[in-house]
């Protein structure tokens, strides 16, 4: 894992390599292979998705792709790898990275709650740019093909600042910060983004 801290004058925010090991990054690509079949075929899982996404002034779907609240598939975090191992992300090296890149970020010590959600795109699927409803944002880019891909990059918008589509790659920023996902341009593959929203509640 390397973790490469940054500040935007604005805003602070941490992009890390390698986030999980090959053990932690092959057990969640196998749930995310056994749970897309859902994502695609149950129209509940559809509907949830569709309650958080962002939407455009004339109300239609920010994001062209698909998507699963994966909270709502368990009854128990530990049975999940992706809501077992993303923990990781509020512990150590990645904590005091995020904490110390802006003064704002120290709110990330108060942290309350988060949920975690998977989507998935595939050939010119998009997100359009949106803030999301959260005080922490964490996306983790993952693909199951083993393939190179042109498109779903990670930008933030207003900030001109992009990054490469690359496999278990994750960034952590402020949630008020805009950012896209660029359409995916290759044929035949797929891309997935975990994101993790991540609350802070004073109530």
């Not at 990054?25 to 995310?32: A, G, M, Y």
């Not at 569709?50 to 009854?75: I, P, Q």
């Not at 949920?115 to 880019?141: C, I, P, Q, R, W």
Request: neutral net charge; aromatic residues 12%.
């Amino acid at each position: 894992m390397k973790i490469h801290k940054n500040n935007l004058g604005d805003f602070g925010y941490v992009y890390i390599e390698n986030m999980y090991t090959e053990t932690q990054l092959q057990s969640i690509k196998n749930e995310i292979e056994n749970i897309t079949w859902m994502m695609d075929n149950c129209p509940s899982i559809q509907k949830a998705r569709n309650l958080h996404s962002a939407r455009t002034e004339d109300d239609k779907f920010k994001m062209t792709g698909n998507g699963l609240l994966v909270d709502t598939v368990y009854t128990k975090r530990e049975y999940s790898p992706m809501l077992k191992h993303n923990r990781k992300i509020f512990k150590g090296k990645i904590k005091e990275a995020i904490e110390s890149a802006h003064p704002a970020n120290v709110a990330f010590d108060l942290v309350t709650k988060d949920f975690t959600m998977l989507n998935k795109f595939t050939y010119k699927n998009e997100y359009l740019s949106h803030k999301d409803l959260a005080t922490f944002t964490g996306v983790t880019f993952l693909t199951l093909d083993d393939k190179e891909m042109t498109g779903g990059d990670f930008v933030f918008t207003d900030y001109d600042k992009t990054f490469k589509f690359k496999d278990n790659c994750s960034i952590l920023f402020p949630s008020w910060v805009s950012h896209h996902c660029t359409k995916l341009e290759t044929k035949n593959v797929t891309r997935y983004s975990m994101a993790q929203f991540i609350v802070v509640s004073y109530v």
